[in-house]
């Protein structure tokens, strides 16, 4: 069981309540702020001289025209490239990596539109469409032509229609669009953060940062199987309380990591913020885990979280958390930790990574040069 806090915490309840109601408000405020994303920002009137030249306004329009022709033709190319990645431009040659430089620098409001048509119109709309439409439809058609031996026949067929549904189109879908959100909820936090931070600091060693990347995934995958087991815990109202709160700090420690990874925080930081100011955290991510935690499939779940993240990741980028000062700290990820790390020692201590072999050198004894008398 994970440590929850410690007895000498004592820090008010309305702090406590101040940081929990304002990240309830931080994390909603996305709703609003992503209209303010890749706003042209109104350049501020020069002051000129009344006797500036015809010709310095005929130079400072033509590159404002300049511009908005660099602009409209980078937009030009994102779309191709969106329709048909190898469409080509001229006979005999496709897009280069200028190109490639052009899709990733897409903006911020452009990349969640794409997250609501995949998530949103392809993905769950055919479900809707399967469970809502098709199915009560083929059941009224099988009611119209089997009279009293369609309810037999129908209990037959609904998993059967389910399971092949679900195998081939639902489950593939869902593969890809995991792919894809990935990639695209990436863009979105880095150019939310070049945007209104400036350019990333990333973590310095090579090494560090794809360790620190796997460690990462590791341990949110142990702290998801802990809130699945806080199911078990045999008190009415505790078990989904304990889920509720595991899935609450998860979902923040989601939408944060893309700024603090930016940031160049390691693992052991982020997960140390999050437990020390644990109202604030607690508060942001209870929206997202009240509308997943509650879906009838994982299939929905996956749907909606992946069609609100791209929100709660602007949400992020722009909140200033509450900090804890007074101490009550809530050690929820110490547990998951202690676990990988005890993984990661014992894989290391089994597999050593193998010693350079050393040359063979000439013994000094002998002489390099020595050849056998012929008798």
Not at 48 to 58: F, G, H, I, V, Y
Request: proline share 7%; hydrophobic share 45%.
């Amino acid at each position: 069981m994970p440590c929850f806090g410690k007895p000498e915490c004592s820090t008010p309840n309305w702090l406590i309540l101040r940081g929990f109601f304002r990240g309830l408000r931080d994390s909603v405020a996305g709703f609003v702020l992503i209209f303010g994303y890749d706003a042209e920002v109104p350049e501020k009137p020069r002051s000129s001289p009344s006797q500036e030249t015809n010709l310095a306004k005929r130079r400072a329009a033509q590159q404002v025209e300049k511009k908005k022709k660099q602009a409209l033709q980078k937009e030009l190319v994102l779309w191709r490239i969106l329709r048909d990645p190898y469409v080509h431009v001229t006979a005999g040659s496709r897009y280069c990596i200028d190109c490639l430089a052009c899709l990733c620098e897409t903006k911020v409001t452009h990349r969640i539109l794409q997250c609501c048509i995949l998530n949103g119109a392809v993905f769950g709309l055919s479900v809707a469409l399967f469970h809502y439409m098709l199915l009560p439809g083929l059941k009224q058609v099988l009611g119209l032509f089997l009279d009293e031996e369609a309810g037999p026949v129908w209990s037959l067929v609904l998993p059967t229609l389910t399971t092949i549904f679900n195998t081939l189109w639902v489950l593939p879908l869902f593969v890809l669009s995991r792919i894809i959100n990935t990639i695209w909820f990436q863009d979105i936090a880095d150019s939310a953060y070049r945007q209104r931070q400036g350019r990333p600091q990333l973590i310095s060693s090579i090494s560090k940062l794809v360790a620190d990347i796997l460690i990462s995934i590791f341990v949110q995958f142990l702290f998801l199987i802990q809130a699945s087991l806080m199911k078990l815990v045999p008190l009415v109202g505790v078990d989904l309380m304990l889920n509720g709160i595991h899935l609450c700090m998860l979902n923040a420690l989601y939408a944060f990591e893309y700024r603090w990874f930016n940031m160049g925080w390691e693992l052991y930081k982020r997960l140390s913020f999050i437990e020390e100011n644990w109202p604030y955290f607690m508060g942001f991510g209870l929206p997202l885990a009240f509308i997943t935690m509650y879906q009838s499939s994982m299939y929905s779940s996956g749907c909606l979280f992946a069609l609100l993240f791209p929100v709660f990741i602007i949400s992020a980028n722009e909140a200033d958390p509450v900090l804890n000062s007074n101490g009550c700290q809530m050690h929820l990820f110490s547990l998951v930790v202690g676990v990988s790390n005890r993984i990661i020692q014992t894989l290391v201590t089994r597999h050593p990574p193998p010693t350079p072999s050393k040359t063979p050198q000439p013994s000094p004894y002998r002489s390099t040069s020595f050849r056998p008398s012929r008798r």
